[in-house]
Structures are given as C-alpha cells and as structure tokens.
C-alpha cells in the first residue's frame, strides 16, 4: 500500500483531524474559496442598484398603462351613461307616441262598433218582422 493510500485511508477513517487542521489554520478555507470562487459573475452593490431601477421602471410603465386602461374603461362608462340617457328619452317619446296611437284607435274602433251596431239593428228589425209575418 502507498503512502497516499495510507494517508486516504487515515483521513476517511478520522475526518476529525481534517476538522482541527481546518480550525487550526482557516485561512486556507478563504485561500481555497477565493480560488474557487467565481468572480466576474458575482453581483456587486451597483449591479444590484441597477437591477432595482429596472424594476422600478417597469413596474412605474405597468402602472402608467393601468392608469391608461382605468381612464378608457371610464370614457367607455361615461358613453355608456349618455346611451342610457338617450334610450331612456327614446323610451319616454315612444310611451307617449304610443298613447297617442291609443287614443287615436280607441277613437276609430269605438266610432265603427258603433256604426256595425246601428247598422246590425234595422237588419235585425227587419229579420224579426219577416219571420212575424212568416209565422203569422
């Protein structure tokens, strides 16, 4: 067996002594997390600044088009009202139309059962006095 495998062997089986070397001496965990680390792709206090006015800028835009859509649903409201207004001086027009229309038929209706009913009654007269003599 190598030395390397005795000193794996060793480590795997007390990794207790890689713990107090660690603590003993811990700038070699900073040393080996600045190797390993990333650099150019971690975000500083100015890439984090401009993210934030991004957001706010699009969120300031979503705000600016609600308050456009609020403003053409009311314009749409307002039209709708007028509609309402103006269907409702059609209906109060028609209603009196219509009463006059009423009036008017009532009239001509009226005028003509009277005309049948005067000229049913000679007619019925005359039936009556036929089947008198008829009979008598």
Known sequence: MSLLEQIEKVLSEHPEIVVKALEAK?????????????????ATKEDLKLLVDLIDRRFEDINRRFEDVN?????????????????????SNWNKRFEDLRYYIDRRVGFLEKLIVGLNVPILIGLITALIKLFI
């Open 26 to 42: 811990p700038e070699l965990i900073y040393s080996l997390l600045a190797k390993l680390t990333p650099w150019d792709k971690l």
């Open 71 to 91: 403003r053409r649903f009311e314009d749409v409201n307002k039209r709708f009202e007028d509609m309402n207004k103006r269907f409702e001086i059609l209906e």
